[in-house]
């Protein structure tokens, strides 16, 4: 657990508490060296490669396309796109490449002063110089890791849902943007921007290297969560629970819809949703669900407990599988709800605490009741894989 009070380089020298409560959905925030000596383990052509593999979310911004301004194509990319792209007036962003490149993902545990489950992912953008995406708003928070090169980026307020946007485009680009005063930087190599929702931001490349890595999180909007826990407590309920009326009296008017009428289906609405441990257990479910869902590999044949056992106790341990997603919740003092890629089990805490947290999955997992059990089901469901991939839990 990290200490809320301890400065943190990360943060520019503010502790957690500080950051949280005078910055985190509040104000941006530059961070000169918030990665000292930071050296990328991704390079502009590694990225490249990977915008050109199947199943890979990646896009290609070009403020002069071919066909139109501001246009957006979808990967996969090939060789040949990239050698008929001109010297400047283009991006190219690669989403979840902490899902595939382990030392991308290793960035995500220095933010362990946020909850895991509120991460969505880390993209990483790629522009020549004066190549960007135009000034947008995004409606999410997002710390902005200048990782290779320079990129100057500009902030112009929060313009709010109303602003205006130009026509005719495949980018939701501000029509309007005016850089605040003091607010545009240059960031190099391992320098950080935090940026809440609702900021309007430009970011230019000043560089033939630059690189960009967002650590973004997630933020449903109401629609998704309405609707996600509706789908979620209709599953729950059947068909028992329906409107009643035995209070009913004769109406006025057999056509109106009254008041009564109104308060209650509401009382019935309420009565089904304001339920906090189904809340809780939708909640859970919903926020670690997996980016892509067909990422997660499971092995070949079923995981036997005892061989799994066997493995750990003779050294071997289990990692967590990239884009894997785990969080819990206290059920009391001794159990919790273990969530784990959508799904949910019942486990010890002191299990639940460990999967969900950066700790080594070693033997010592197994001294919970059930832990050979639950890691089998985990190695199975593809969340979990040993840490040398071609073990054979079976052998």
């Not at 246009?71 to 001109?86: M, N």
């Not at 921007?193 to 609702?198: A, T």
């Not at 004769?250 to 109104?262: K, R, W, Y």
Request: hydrophobic content about 40%; glycine content about 8%; proline content about 8%.
């Amino acid at each position: 657990m990290t200490s809320a009070n301890k400065p943190r380089t990360l943060l520019g020298g503010l502790t957690p508490a500080q950051f949280l409560s005078q910055h985190w959905q509040k104000s941006p925030l530059l961070i000169r060296g918030a990665f000292p000596d930071f050296v990328s383990p991704l390079e502009p052509d590694d990225l490249a490669g990977l915008a050109c593999e199947e199943g890979i979310e990646a896009r290609l911004v070009e403020e002069k396309g071919p066909d139109k301004a501001w246009q957006v194509s979808h990967g996969p990319f090939d060789d040949e796109t990239f050698a008929r792209l001109p010297a400047s007036g283009w991006s190219l962003l690669v989403q979840a490449v902490d899902h595939y490149v382990p030392e991308v993902a290793e960035l995500l545990e220095s933010f362990d002063f946020l909850p895991s489950w509120r991460l969505d992912d880390i993209m990483v953008s790629y522009a020549p110089p004066g190549g960007s995406v135009g000034a947008h708003v995004d409606q999410y928070d997002v710390f902005l890791l200048q990782a290779s090169g320079r990129r100057r980026w500009q902030l112009g307020g929060s313009p709010g849902a109303d602003a205006r946007l130009i026509h005719g485009i495949d980018l939701r680009i501000l029509e309007d943007f005016t850089v605040q005063a003091d607010q545009e930087w240059v960031l190099e190599p391992g320098d950080m921007l935090y940026l809440p929702p609702g900021v309007a931001h430009h970011g230019i490349s000043e560089a033939d290297d630059c690189l960009t890595y967002s650590i973004g999180f997630r933020a449903p909007s109401a629609d998704e969560i309405v609707t996600s826990f509706a789908d979620y407590i209709g599953e729950q309920l059947g068909d028992g629970h329906r409107y009643a009326d035995p209070d009913l009296q004769p109406p006025f008017a057999s056509g109106e819809l009254d008041e009564q009428a109104v308060a209650r289906v509401r009382r019935l609405l309420l009565d089904v949703i304001d339920r906090p441990d189904q809340m809780a257990q939708w909640f859970g479910r919903a926020m670690t669900q997996p980016k892509y869902l067909d990422q997660l590999a499971p092995p070949d044949s079923p995981t036997a407990p005892e061989a799994l056992r066997s493995a750990l106790e003779g050294g071997d341990e289990l990692t967590r599988s990239l884009g894997s997603r785990f969080a819990w919740h206290r059920l009391d003092e001794a159990n919790a709800t273990l969530f784990v890629d959508g799904d949910a089990v019942d486990c010890p805490l002191e299990l639940a605490r460990m999967l969900a947290s950066n700790a080594p999955i070693d033997a010592s997992a197994l001294t919970h009741p059930g832990g050979a059990r639950l890691l089998a089901t985990l190695v199975d469901s593809g969340s979990l894989g040993f840490a040398d991939s071609d073990r054979d839990p079976q052998e």
